[in-house]
Nanobody, 118 residues
């Protein structure tokens, strides 16, 4: 199972980006939870958004009302729509999937850089 994250880039404050996390070598239907984490320069990695197999979502307080996590089963992809971006959203964003094999394992994507700057 591999996760391929994409969609990062440079955006002005107030702008939008959509990140994608494509799952290959497996099915999104075997994902218990999928999440986007982020790590800003000099800071620890933190959870930004999470979606469960049942479709429930959870967000960090700092992104509530601005970010939306979703999944497309046909595309085997998890998305993070980011609106009203702020300078402090600048970070490397990583997708994560808790995946059911014989046991449950965590898989990580390679990270995609989001830079919010004027």
């Amino acid at each position: 199972v591999q996760l391929q994250a994409s969609g990062g880039g440079l955006v002005q404050p107030g702008g939008s980006l959509r990140l994608s996390c494509k799952i290959s070598g497996g099915s999104i239907l075997r994902v218990n939870k999928a999440a986007w984490y982020r790590q800003a320069p000099g800071k620890q990695r933190e959870l930004a958004a999470l979606i469960t197999s049942g479709g429930s979502t959870n967000y960090a307080d700092s992104v509530k009302g601005r970010f939306t996590i979703s999944r497309d089963i046909a595309e085997n992809t998890v998305y993070l729509q980011m609106n009203s971006l702020k300078l402090e959203d600048t970070a490397v964003y990583y997708c994560n999937a808790e995946y059911r094999l014989v046991t449950v394992r965590d898989f990580w994507g390679q990270g995609t850089l989001v830079t919010v700057s004027s």
